[in-house]
């Protein structure tokens, strides 16, 4: 079962806690991403098992992951992840993770998730978020940035995508 935020009425996105039934499409969404080389490291497409225990990681009440059910659909997923191995002096910050079918894309999703993500750092008691991006990720840099994001460090030529 998923604990409703959104009610999806009149055709709206409905979002809700991700459970372990959504890991599929969780999955799929992130390996559509790789080809593209925005916003993963990854090369190959990864499996459902291999993203099991990361799943088991998120739960409502500390690291939530939510997923954006369009007409029945998952078409995004965002979710926080603890920083820096999960120390216990980093709990109040988290990286955030937005991942968006390509099919749904430039259509306002993100900024969606973002202000619901942003709507529940005081009942996490997260004071702090953060998000890494490629340089050549325009898109997410731009979305951050609307966001109130600031650019805090570089590093530079820390990825070999074999181009």
Not at 11 to 33: C, F, H, K, Q, T
Request: proline share 5%.
């Amino acid at each position: 079962m998923k604990a409703e935020f959104g009610d999806g009425d009149n055709g709206e996105p409905e979002d809700s806690i991700g459970d372990r039934s959504d890991l599929p499409a969780i999955v799929e969404i992130y390996n559509m991403s790789i080809p593209s080389r925005l916003a993963t490291a990854d090369l190959m497409p990864i499996a459902v098992d291999d993203r099991r225990a990361w799943f088991a990681e998120h739960s409502p009440d500390f690291r939530p992951l939510w997923v954006l059910e369009i007409d029945e659909e998952i078409a995004a997923w965002i979710a926080l992840n603890s920083f820096y191995g999960g120390r216990a002096a980093y709990n109040a910050t988290a990286e955030v993770s937005i991942y968006i079918a390509p099919n749904y894309q430039r259509r306002g999703y993100g900024s969606l998730l973002m202000k619901h993500v942003i709507g529940e750092c005081d009942r996490l008691k997260i004071t702090t978020l953060l998000a890494f991006c490629f340089d050549h990720n325009v898109s997410s840099i731009r979305l951050f940035e609307r966001f109130g994001f600031v650019q805090r460090g570089h590093l530079p030529r820390n990825c070999n995508f074999g181009w």
